[in-house]
């Protein structure tokens, strides 16, 4: 991805490898700053995870995949050290598909720098491809909503859902984009409108609650990402995507979910077993830093929610567009 630092265009990835350290756009910073942060021990990449330094799926996946390296570099106990990095976080399947992927790479005796880097590029070709493919449903003048960030920070580079975004622009295609902001963390009005502006997509932030409002007036497309889509097609993404889904189906409006094969997870039948995240309070009670709500109230805080299946129009993969019940025949 290019971005802007000190007015000068700098090409970088959400997260990479240099001179033995994981570095990482501190994501937690923007849109105010970039801060790049670097690691060398493995349990500090762990930590970055569970404390949202890096996040999104993919990316997540590739810092995990990291953070294996590093372990087996400093000739760390792996099984310790998968058992670790798997407990960061529990929704996405990225990071246990990477920690897997990175177990059996060095179980063969692969090179740990040569396994983690072809991970974290196997992402980035994924992404292209679900862009080229997802681009085709794009069309001149277009109104496009996305939810939270599914966009080149949080899949190391390019995105899942922002991906067909970036391609049809790149191909001249005009459009706009409704941009959620994701409450609590903001990732959608932090993350995603500080990408689009960037590529100089038009697009607004709009709040969560108003997409009923947009999607029945009209909304020509919905394309979200996924944080793991289990066998019969239900899928588990930020929290607010099942509205948008249910709403979409109300209003007639095609709704796409755009994702690489290492989101799915045919060992999960259905979505009602996927295990979903519960996040500190704080979250929702604190607006950057500062606490906006009544001292001693009971939260709740789901991070993410399941959309059936039945909901989505299609699945956006780097295998092709696939509808619910063919993702099955398809991705091995
Ligand atoms: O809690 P986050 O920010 O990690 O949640 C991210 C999302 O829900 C994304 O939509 C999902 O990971 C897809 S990213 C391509």
């Known amino acids: 991805m290019k971005i802007f630092i000190d007015g000068k265009v700098r090409d970088t990835r ?47 996946g590739a810092a995990a995949a990291y953070a294996m390296c590093l372990a087996a570099l400093k000739k760390c106990d792996l099984i ?35 396994a983690a880097e072809s991970y974290a590029q196997s992402i980035i070709n994924k992404c292209i491809a679900i862009g080229k493919y997802g681009a085709e449903l794009i069309k001149d003048h277009y109104k496009i ?63 969560d609650n108003s997409s009923g409002y947009f999607i029945k007036k009209g909304v020509d497309i919905v394309i979200v990402g996924a944080d793991r889509i289990a066998a019969n097609g239900d899928f588990a993404n930020k929290i607010g995507t099942l509205e948008k889904a249910v709403l979409s189906k109300e209003f ?9 094969t290492s989101t ?4 999960t039948k259905i979505g009602e077993n996927i295990v979903i995240e519960n996040r500190e309070g704080e979250e929702v009670t604190t607006v950057d830093g500062v606490m906006v709500a009544p001292v001693g109230c009971k939260v709740l805080n789901p991070s993410f ?10 699945f956006i993969t780097d295998k092709g567009i696939l509808k619910p019940n063919e993702i099955r025949k398809v991705i091995k």
């Open 80 to 114: 310790k050290a998968s058992k670790e990095i798997k407990e960061m976080r529990p929704t996405a399947n990225d990071l246990f598909y990477a920690v897997d992927y990175m177990m059996v790479c060095l179980s063969e005796g692969k090179n740990p720098i040569k």
């Open 264 to 267: 799915f997870d045919f060992n």
């Open 14 to 60: 959400a997260v990479w490898f240099e001179n033995d350290k994981v570095m990482m756009i501190d994501q937690r910073h923007l849109p105010k700053k970039v801060v790049i942060v670097s690691f060398d021990d493995y349990i500090d990449v762990a930590k970055a995870i569970k404390n949202m330094t890096i996040r999104g799926a993919p990316s997540i």
């Open 145 to 207: 909503m996305t939810h939270c960030n599914a966009g080149a920070l949080a899949t190391v580079d390019v995105g899942t859902a922002i991906a067909p975004m970036r391609q049809a622009w790149k191909d001249g295609k005009r459009f706009f984009v409704y941009v959620s902001e994701t409450r609590p963390r903001l990732q959608g009005m932090k993350l995603t409108a500080w990408e689009l502006l960037q590529e100089g997509i038009d697009h607004a932030i709009i709040t």
């Open 252 to 260: 007639g409006v095609p709704f796409y979910v755009a994702a690489p």
């Open 305 to 314: 929610d399941v959309t059936p299946a039945r909901y989505v129009t299609g």
